[in-house]
């Protein structure tokens, strides 16, 4: 299988984050494709990176995308960071979005990263989830 569901998991992705009312009541509609411009909202999550390589099986032709979230807070403290980035964990692993040219097999929690931004200030959390895909029949 190719890259060809990647736009639909990108936007299964997304529906699932602002459809989770314990995340928009985090971050709000705050969550972004990329990093807003200008002034920043306190808390916000962004899409990230994604990799995909073909997952193939007997079954039929499929894929799995290695998409990448992430999670900025802007102040001090990792505590509105990591909150965020548990909804977004209840709120992915174990879900199967509906895809129009496929079928959702698996997303599961991969890992996350907390860092300090430069300076102190500033908090990511980098998540990392696994999306095994396969074409419909």
């Not at 990230?48 to 992430?70: I, K, T």
Request: hydrophobic share 50%.
């Amino acid at each position: 299988m190719s890259y060809a569901l990647g736009l639909e998991v990108q936007s299964a992705i997304f529906g699932l984050l602002t459809a989770d009312a314990t995340l928009v009541a985090l971050v709000g509609g705050d969550i972004f494709d990329a990093a807003p411009p200008g002034a920043v909202p306190p808390l916000y999550v962004t899409l990230g990176e994604e990799s995909v390589r073909a997952a193939g099986d007997s079954g039929g032709a499929g894929a799995l995308h290695r998409v990448s979230l992430r999670v900025v807070s802007v102040t001090a403290g990792f505590a509105a960071a990591k909150e965020a980035a548990a909804a977004i964990s209840v709120a992915l692993d174990g879900a199967r979005p509906t895809l129009a040219g496929g079928r959702v097999v698996s997303l599961r929690f991969a890992r996350a990263i907390a860092k300090r931004q430069r300076g102190g200030e500033g908090r990511t959390i980098d998540l990392r989830f696994d999306i095994r895909v396969d074409a419909d029949a």
